[in-house]
């Protein structure tokens, strides 16, 4: 089995999750004190939080990752357009954009992914997300309960199938409705991007089973993340599908030795708790309301403050993160031999995908690149649809 690695942009700043760190990353730095390097972050400057994010997206390219995950929150940056505004800047780099079908509709996201594709030599990932939370799905308009959204979400994908790769496609469904549209001309070169979703809800999992090239997931203990696997490969086989790959985002805080790597998380954790940052659900509230990551369990309903060593629940697994309220929450931390070891524990069971990230992340993007990374020369593979997958994947008609 082959492994890739990927980074994450972060699309809603980094300085404002470092406590104390002076360092200007752009405006969304929550003011205090701050290097006043590069620039006022205004509207209208030379440089914008755009520019740091393109500097990221280099330096991830430099290092051999390939490809860079983009969140989508309603507070962030819009992932879609910002990586159309790195794409020229970047050659080889793939960025995974995450949106939600509510933001399109299905021949919106068919064009635009098309010309996206055409421009840069297929190197659009597709996240589909559905939002963890009612309340922020209706700031935004979204009405749609949970399981209605994932309903949508399913005729959605097979709605895109059937534009990409039929110039007449009709379709009759709950939501959507289509009478001989689809791909022609020039865009019809272009190849569907892949489709990554995330989800632990049945309905989240029923629609990665149906449509999903890769299933992501964020880091736990080993045995949580074997048997969640387990349970996304039953129910893809019941569509008859064998290729559903798998992806785990986790943080690296890696250093040359295990105690320099400890020192650093627990300079985190100490800045963190100084500042009453702690727990984990403001760290990415809504975006994952539906089920605690198991840890979570462990710290949420505790008053009592908990210590650094506490949050390790597997070796160089650490939730640390979580409870200070940095996003994504889990890191693995230790040397760089321990950190890649894990990494090929986590690939053992059946991840083949990582995305690898550390704060700041253009510094670490250059660390895990030169540390990480090299040991997986060999294995190494770019992210492809495998050959000989049905193109018009289980489009329905609306039946
Ligand atoms: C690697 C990864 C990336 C994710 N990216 C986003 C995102 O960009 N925007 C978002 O709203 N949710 C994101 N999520 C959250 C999931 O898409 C999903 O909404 C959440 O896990 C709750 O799903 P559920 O209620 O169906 O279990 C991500 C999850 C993972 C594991």
């Keep these: 089995m082959s492994i890739e690695f990927f980074t994450r942009l972060p699309l809603h700043g980094e300085t404002q999750f470092l406590p104390g760190d002076p360092r200007n990353r752009g405006d969304w730095h929550a003011g205090g004190p701050s290097t006043g390097a ?15 994010l393109g500097q990221i997206a280099r330096a991830a390219e430099i290092n051999g990752f390939g490809g860079a995950l983009m969140v989508n929150a309603p507070t962030g940056e819009e992932p879609w357009t910002v990586c159309s505004l790195l794409a020229r800047e970047t050659r080889t780099l793939k960025f995974v954009t995450a949106f939600q079908p509510y933001h399109y509709t299905p021949w919106v996201a068919v064009q635009q992914a098309a010309t996206y594709q055409r421009a840069t030599g297929n190197r659009l990932v597709w996240n589909i997300i559905n ?29 895109v199938r059937g534009y990409w790769h039929n110039e007449q496609f009709h379709y009759e469904g709950t939501y959507y409705r289509a009478e001989g549209g689809g791909l022609r001309g020039p865009l019809k070169k272009a190849e569907l991007p892949l489709i990554c979703t995330a989800g632990s809800s049945v309905a989240a999992r029923e629609f990665a089973a149906k449509h999903a090239d890769f299933y992501l997931m964020r880091a736990e203990h080993p045995d949580e993340i074997a048997a969640l696997i387990a349970d996304i490969r039953a129910r893809a086989l019941k569509w008859g599908r064998t290729d559903i790959r798998f992806g785990l985002s986790i943080d690296v805080i890696a250093r040359d030795s295990e105690a320099a790597a400890l020192a650093e998380a627990k300079r985190f954790f100490d800045e963190g708790v100084a500042k009453g940052t ?12 539906a089920r605690k990551l198991s840890y979570e369990h462990g710290y949420s309903d505790q008053d009592e403050q908990q210590a650094f060593d506490d949050f390790f629940i597997h070796p160089n697994v650490w939730t640390g993160f979580g ?18 070891a894990r ?57």
């Design 38 to 52: 590069v620039s006022g972050f205004a509207v209208g400057d030379h440089f914008t939080y755009i520019d740091y």
């Design 131 to 159: 939002g963890g939370s009612d309340a922020i799905q209706r700031q935004v308009g979204d009405f749609e309960d949970h399981d209605q959204r994932y309903a949508r979400a399913t005729e959605f994908m097979d709605v």
């Design 278 to 289: 702690v727990k984990a659900r403001a760290a990415h509230a809504g975006l994952r309301t």
């Design 323 to 340: 409870y200070i309220g940095v996003p994504p929450g889990c890191a693995l931390v230790g040397s760089y031999a321990n950190v890649v």
């Design 343 to 399: 990494i090929r524990e986590y690939h053992s069971i059946g991840v083949d995908l990582f995305f690898l990230a550390g704060y700041p992340h253009l510094e670490e993007a250059y660390r895990i690149g030169e540390h990480i990374l090299p040991h997986f020369r060999a294995q190494r593979a770019a992210i492809a649809r495998p050959a000989g997958q049905p193109v018009q994947l289980h489009v329905s008609n609306g039946a």
